[in-house]
């Protein structure tokens, strides 16, 4: 099986990485629970070119913590399948896509041959695609088989959540797993 994994705010804490350096460098005193819907710009109101100005810096994204389970959860994924990451890049770093891979590697010993760096991720094959993001499980979800599934990880602070798709959030990681196990039986009951 082949399970196709997110990493900003999946694995990596993106959004408060971003908050970090906003609080840091800008004077800003934000907090991540004042990140309500995806879009943290328009949550916060700064533009999208000073998120991605810091984001693209040199340094930013080799320096992202990890998401609180996800070492863990990662772990009990692999017994899954094979995992993939499909991480959209930002192209007007010169340093985002390598220290994506240096990072993967490093925190989840996920080599750089298993990383596809795209924003078509719903082009990438795969049986399993987990995002934070619903347009992306959803918009996936449309370009694949009828056996494949999708997961929205919600993030652990308050996000709205798109009502007409709920059924696709898993609220933690143990959810998450939960769902997988489910997908994975009734696969295996249907001989596939
Ligand atoms: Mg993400």
């Keep these: 099986m082949i399970i196709l994994l997110d990493c900003d705010d999946v694995l990596a804490q993106f959004t408060q990485g971003v908050i970090d350096v906003l609080n840091r460098k800008l004077g800003h005193d934000f907090d ?4 309500t819907d995806w879009d943290m710009a328009h949550s916060l109101g700064v533009s999208n070119n000073v998120i991605f100005g810091i984001a693209g810096e040199e340094g930013f994204c080799v320096g992202l913590d990890v998401m ?4 863990e959860g990662v772990e009990k994924l692999r017994q899954y399948g094979e995992i993939y990451v499909v991480t959209s890049p930002i192209h007007t770093s010169r340093t985002w896509q390598f220290e994506r891979t240096k990072w993967l590697h490093k925190h989840f010993d ?6 596809i760096q795209t924003s078509a991720k719903h082009l990438i094959f ?15 979800l449309n370009y694949q088989s009828v056996e494949a599934s999708g997961y929205v990880l919600d993030v652990p602070w308050p996000r709205s959540r798109d009502e007409s798709a709920l059924a696709l959030y898993k609220d933690n990681w143990g959810d998450l797993l939960n769902g997988l196990e489910m997908f994975t039986h009734e696969r295996s009951e249907e001989g596939l």
């Design 32 to 35: 991540i629970n004042d990140v």
């Design 110 to 115: 996920i080599p750089a041959s298993r990383v």
């Design 68 to 71: 609180p389970g996800a070492k």
């Design 126 to 140: 795969g049986d399993v695609f987990i995002d934070d993001r619903v347009s992306h499980v959803t918009k996936w």
